[in-house]
């Protein structure tokens, strides 16, 4: 098997290798399912990260390290008796046929909001059917470790699912500039309640993302890459006045990064 072509075969057995009690690798042997999630996060991210940059060799790179987790996770669950690779694959397939209908069965979904509520509706009936409980909430089984701003965006999509939602983005910028409204007076007033209005701004900002068809954590990430190239920027400009950040004010710096937006636009 160790000379054989790269295949789905071949990754299983290096997996089965690695986790020989024998002979084995000690790493690999100390792992557990909770063990790999920082991991499996970490890997996710730079496959999100290599398409942002559009760099395709190392996303291809990144994709390998991807799906050796999901390799490592059928590993383990082999070895507990709690399922394996095939059942993890079998899991999947039935899951995409079925909340398919339109493409594997006989039912009429034309439109983007069809399709999406047809999902939505399946994924309901699995969490009752997961619960055994017909009266499950919507937002149940939504992942507490999400990053905040996908954590809302996911519960504002099962909220809107069932009518729970402003009928139009403006008046969601509206909800925006009432939020705004309230953090300044907490500003102004100086009281306790000015972190949980803040978080209340946050959770409207990634409303209006939704409602603009947008990925409020994407957008983030990009705000957050142009701000460190335009610091970037700004720190060379710093280095090459021959003077440190605090010999200069505030003026100077900003005509620097003014400097960097017409620059790197």
């Known amino acids: 098997m160790l000379n054989d072509k790269a295949s789905i075969e071949k990754l299983k057995w290096i997996m089965a290798q690695l986790r020989n ?24 991210y730079e496959v999100a990260d290599a398409i ?20 490592f996770y059928s590993q383990l669950g082999q ?20 909340r398919h209908p339109h493409v594997f069965g006989d039912t009429a979904l ?51 699912h069932v009518g729970f939602d402003w009928p139009d983005k403006f008046q969601v910028f509206e909800k925006i500039e009432e939020e705004v409204a309230e953090v300044k007076q907490e500003l102004d007033q100086g009281t306790d309640g000015l972190a949980e209005e803040l978080g209340d701004l946050l959770f409207a900002v990634v409303n209006l993302c939704r409602h603009a068809k947008q990925d409020p954590e994407a957008l983030l990430r990009q705000a957050n890459s142009k701000f460190t190239k335009r610091f970037n920027h700004v720190e060379q400009k710093v280095k090459q006045s021959e003077k ?13 990064w003014q400097d960097a937006k017409v620059q790197l636009k």
């Open 52 to 71: 942002e940059q559009q760099d395709f060799a190392e996303l291809e790179k990144e994709l390998g390290d991807l799906l050796f987790q999901v390799i």
């Open 110 to 160: 034309a439109t983007d909001e069809e399709i999406k509520a047809n999902w939505e509706n399946e994924k309901a009936k699995e969490r009752a059917v997961k619960n055994n409980d017909d009266n499950i909430s919507i937002l149940a089984d939504i992942p507490k470790n999400l990053p905040a701003l996908s954590q809302a965006a996911k519960i504002q999509k099962r909220c809107a």
């Open 244 to 256: 440190s950040f605090e010999q200069h004010d505030l003026q100077e710096l900003e005509d620097y």
């Open 21 to 44: 009690p024998e002979t084995g690798c000690p790493w690999d042997l100390k792992q557990t399912f909770a063990t790999i999630v920082p991991h499996t996060l970490e890997e996710a």
């Open 79 to 98: 070895e507990e008796k709690k399922f394996d690779f095939d059942s993890v694959v079998a899991a999947v397939c039935e899951k995409l046929i079925r």
